[in-house]
């Protein structure tokens, strides 16, 4: 799993033909409602992976859409996987679900 900070690297989503790869800038644009800032960049690529996971729930919580799962990696540390949650999203049918939430 891509934990760049300054890229928009795969978080892989679920295993059917409607998947799609969302990006920690993905994430945040869909809860905060903006892009994030140098700085926040900066202050999440100086994270631990532990704080960086409690930080990716928090976003999927307040997107309110994502779905999470710990997953062990193969170099042994946990990562926190996020997708769009389609069977939970009030925008099961649009194609980027979520999206009227980012035009609010």
């Known amino acids: 799993m891509n934990t760049d900070a300054s890229s ?10 409607a998947s799609c790869c ?3 800038r993905d994430l945040f644009l869909l809860a905060r409602r903006r892009a994030w800032t140098p700085d926040e960049v900066r202050l999440f690529a ?14 999927a919580n307040e997107a309110g859409c994502i779905a999470t799962e710990d997953r062990l ?16 999203s009030p925008h099961s049918q649009d194609p980027l679900p979520c999206s009227s939430a980012i035009s609010r």
């Open 73 to 88: 990696g193969s170099d042994g540390v946990i990562y926190t996987a996020f997708w769009i949650d389609r069977t939970n």
């Open 46 to 59: 100086s994270l631990t992976q532990p704080e960086r996971n409690e930080w990716v729930r928090r976003l």
């Open 22 to 24: 969302l990006g920690f």
């Open 8 to 17: 928009s690297g795969p978080a892989r989503t679920s295993t059917d033909d």
